[in-house]
């Protein structure tokens, strides 16, 4: 165990040496030679799982690492590692307070104060809550719950011949597709409203597609808003939603996977990003995004206290609930689990750990990032900004004024380069117009030098491409370097 | 950290001593004034979090402790154990292999071995299957997979004017009916066949309902089988019930969440339970069960390759699945889930590490205790058992001859009285006609004479009982202790 402990110890200070590689990528079939995965009759020991482990590490990507900038995630805080042991260390399950007495008010205690925070929860309603294993089953949950509240009886007839009716941005989330088929609505009943060009839903044609839906007789019931898109960090109208979601009488669902963080940020220019939240009926909120938990930490908040259990709970598990002096605390039979890791306690910890200050903090210092980012991107001509940030995506691309040179190709070379070399894990996307980008998600653990080198290091990998592909006769140096500011 | 490590030592040490309680119970109310849950403005310091981690380890269950015999789970293994420490560390998702090379090509690793197992994968069909958070979540892939082969257009165009039917037992997991209404088919579309009296589905019943649901016009698409009911641990006869899928072609389910394990056990007495598996559609495995793997570790398996990813699959998520030589290998697509926790490692480790020998030799230890329990309540005529045990559920109950004492308040005041004295954490549950009963599952940690002690702390409980309650005058002892055997 101490061996083991002391393997963890390296690996977290390795991430600090600039001589650390992010990953060290290998093919599929390659990585099968390294490691025997194959299980046997016989089993290994203790020399074994110590040299595996090594392995694992070895070859595993360092999402902690500071130039780790592709997922939605990556540095965690260390209360909250420790916290994720020592739930996994007692591991039970949250269906009864009786099991899980303290994850049950530690669960509850952080779902009171997103839901105040959010303006759920205010002294005339209590609102509610409860941890799910990612931001796709928080949304499920709040069209689950939203499909309960426009007709009940969907629970125990189904739907049956109505023809619903679901919103969302062009910007949204997958996840929402994905969950029209897996709660029979079917994905054509889902609605993509077009989202203007700082990647934010166009109201006004939301309110026309309303009204087509009603006019040709279908039932309209769930708008789904995003607060903080995947790509590129846009926070949609929500005061403008929201009433449109009353004016129809819809439930307004917020995404805030991956922007809910931001409410935690003292700053009232960025709050107003979300202002109009607490219109909404329910929220997602991902603390093992930006909060620096590890995966899962989901919560789905609602505005309506006890929906969720009218509309979850079943017969026929007696003997799991029964019937005690803690049964309204029992948080099975509003779940779609029935064994649930007890997520919270690791949340709990980071935040009381931080305080809200701690966070605040974080995302200021993040903000900064992001701004210098923007800046070395709009000095240097070799760099385009593809959209103005409003979080902590940076989406930007390398420019080139040579027109023969297809920039798309070239933005993806260099960006394969990157992660074959095992020194920078970004990740790019693409436009609407076909524009390949990079799309950094700003790292908590990253300095300013580090985005200083990584421009730096595009420059240079750009001049290596463009050598070896388009402009071999060049010998001087083709881009300016970013200088140190 | 190296005192939080050496408090992780000292509490797996504690599990051995009999003095430690397994639970130390409060009341909600009072736990809350022993901690204080509160986050705050300002942040904590390094010596609150160890304080506050032995707070939470004291109120928390010992799950890994011998006299824990509640959940369907109870010791983890060592290798587990580290994997998922590692796992978090690590702290990447399983969309792609991009970012989980070596979690990825372990997770298929462990598919296939159980593929195998269970017989879906053979020379000729590949198979499939992935890792999801819990049971009740393979239990939905497997309605969504069915309802995507009986009528692949309900993906885009819902379930609209069909009439669906799906059959489970009586004894069948709660998360069916849940599911019944997250997938938009409404609870009463499904049908409980009754059991027998050992807790099987009666095939004949089974027939007959879905000859009835045919001439109603309905659409029968599913039978949800179980492999190890939740109460008694029961087998459906999945042979029969295969022949009778196949005859009106439905899909066969079998949720072997609890009972999979049992494939390990190279016993053919007992692989009998498991007859005509290989003849079902799909099946449950939760690793964290019987496996001695933390939670999460559920499998969903398949025999049809290919058709989770067309059922789940949808359009939007380029920034994140990119075309590339890996792409086959990506897990996202085909799951629900978009960030998805490494939980293939742990399983993984603790199997490669005691090989199929080392859980065919805990299951055969198991099993020794369940026969050993079971001779104890059979001699002892204060003792009464349920249901003949078919895997590690052991069903029974006091009994005393006074027709005027009410078995079933006393049996519920015994668990009650243990619960709170921290001593045992067991579980009761109901019979169809009304018998209150222990429902003891079985703890790889436990020994035969902590069974023997935990028979003889129910009889001075229920001793102490009567005299206090019912039968004050008698002085003698009242039930014959169990003897060492």
Same sequence: chains 1, 2.
Avoid at 54 to 80: D, E, G, I
Avoid at 226 to 242: K, L, M, N, Q
Avoid at 360 to 368: A, C, F, G, H, V
Wanted: hydrophobic share 35%.
């Amino acid at each position: 165990l101490r061996r083991i402990f002391r393997m963890i110890g390296r690996y977290l200070n390795q991430n600090n040496s600039p001589d650390t590689l992010v990953l060290n990528y290998q093919k599929p079939g390659d990585l099968k030679k390294k490691i025997d995965l194959t299980i046997n009759e016989e089993g290994m020991d203790n020399e074994w799982l110590i040299k595996v482990l090594r392995k694992y590490l070895r070859y595993s990507v360092r999402t902690t690492h500071r130039n780790f900038s592709n997922q939605l995630f990556s540095a965690f805080t260390f209360p909250s590692f420790i916290g994720e042991i020592i739930a996994t260390l007692t591991n039970t399950t949250m269906a009864t307070y009786e099991a899980a007495p303290l994850g049950t008010l530690i669960e509850q205690e952080i779902i009171d104060k997103m839901n105040r925070l959010i303006g759920f929860k205010t002294e005339n309603n209590p609102a509610d809550g409860i941890m799910v294993p990612g931001g796709s089953y928080a949304n499920l949950m709040g069209l689950l719950c939203a499909r309960y509240k426009a007709m009940p009886e969907t629970k125990d007839k189904g739907i049956n011949g109505i023809q619903f009716r679901v919103f969302v941005s062009d910007q949204a989330h997958y996840s929402f597709k994905k969950m029209m088929n897996v709660t029979g609505l079917g994905t054509e009943s889902l609605t993509e409203i077009p989202s203007d060009e700082n990647g934010r839903m166009k109201t006004d044609l939301l309110e026309k597609a309303i009204k087509q839906s009603l006019e040709k007789g279908e039932k309209p019931f769930f708008i789904g808003a995003t607060a903080g898109t995947t790509v590129y960090g846009s926070f949609d109208p929500f005061r403008e939603i929201a009433a449109i979601a009353k004016k129809y009488n819809l439930w307004l669902h917020i995404d805030g996977a991956w922007g809910g963080t931001l409410l935690l940020y003292k700053n009232k220019k960025k709050q107003k990003l979300l202002d109009g939240i607490e219109l909404a009926d329910s929220f997602t909120w991902d603390a093992h995004k930006m909060m620096g938990v590890p995966l899962y930490a989901s919560f789905f908040l609602s505005k309506h206290d006890g929906l969720m259990l009218k509309c979850n709970a079943v017969q026929g598990a007696d003997y799991l609930f029964h019937s005690t002096e803690n049964t309204s605390l029992d948080t099975g039979p509003k779940s779609l689990q029935c064994g649930r890791h007890v997520d919270a306690l690791k949340v709990w910890l980071a935040w009381k750990f931080y305080g809200d200050r701690g966070y605040s903090n974080m995302i200021n210092d993040l903000y900064s990032k992001v701004n210098y980012l923007k800046k070395l991107i709009t000095q240097n001509p070799w760099f385009e900004l593809i959209a103005d940030p409003q979080y902590f995506n940076v989406c930007f691309r390398i420019v080139h004024p040579k027109n023969s040179i297809d920039m798309n190709e070239m933005n993806m070379e260099i960006r394969d380069r990157l992660f074959r070399s095992g020194s920078y894990f970004t990740n790019y996307s693409v436009s609407k117009n076909g524009i390949v980008f990079f799309r950094l998600i700003v790292n908590p653990n990253s300095t300013k030098s580090d985005y200083r080198d990584f421009m730096n290091k595009l420059i240079n990998t750009t001049e290596s491409i463009l050598k070896e592909k388009y402009l071999p006769d060049q010998s001087a140096h083709i881009f300016n370097t970013v200088e140190d500011q």
